[in-house]
């Protein structure tokens, strides 16, 4: 089955750093992934928008992380990666990775795409 995998969150203090990872895995191979992105959620707040990066390299970042975190993406790997610094504590938040399309080769079975597949999220927590 298609997945995302995140890892990388965890607790810091503010001020501190973290970096996240997201990796694409699928039954064969991946032939090509879109725009993959990181959202966050924290408690009681609406699902957010933070980074996102093209295939081509284009990225966009929202104005509550600009200039803090840099999204960047392995694409032979099929990862992303979201390096966070100067932690805030209103950072905290479960993060998701997402990818608005995955084209793959399934084993015996042929070309298949998966789209605006989620990662299962992980926590970010920042103490002041």
């Known amino acids: 089955q298609v997945q995302l995998v995140e890892s990388g969150g965890g607790l810091v203090e503010a001020g501190g750093s973290l970096r996240l990872s997201c990796a694409a895995s699928v039954p064969g191979s991946i032939l090509r992934i879109n725009t993959m992105s990181w959202y966050r959620q924290a408690p009681g707040k609406e699902r957010e928008w933070v980074a996102s990066?093209?295939?081509?390299?284009?990225?966009n970042y929202a104005d509550s992380v600009k200039g803090r975190f840099t999204i960047s993406r392995d694409n032979a790997n099929r990862t992303t990666f979201l390096q966070m610094h100067s932690l805030k504590p209103e950072d905290t938040a479960v993060y998701y990775c997402t990818a608005d399309r995955i084209l793959f080769r399934e084993h015996g079975v042929g070309d298949k795409e998966a789209i605006d597949y989620w990662g299962q999220g992980t926590q970010v927590t920042v103490s002041s």
């Open positions: 990066i093209t295939s081509g390299g284009s990225i």
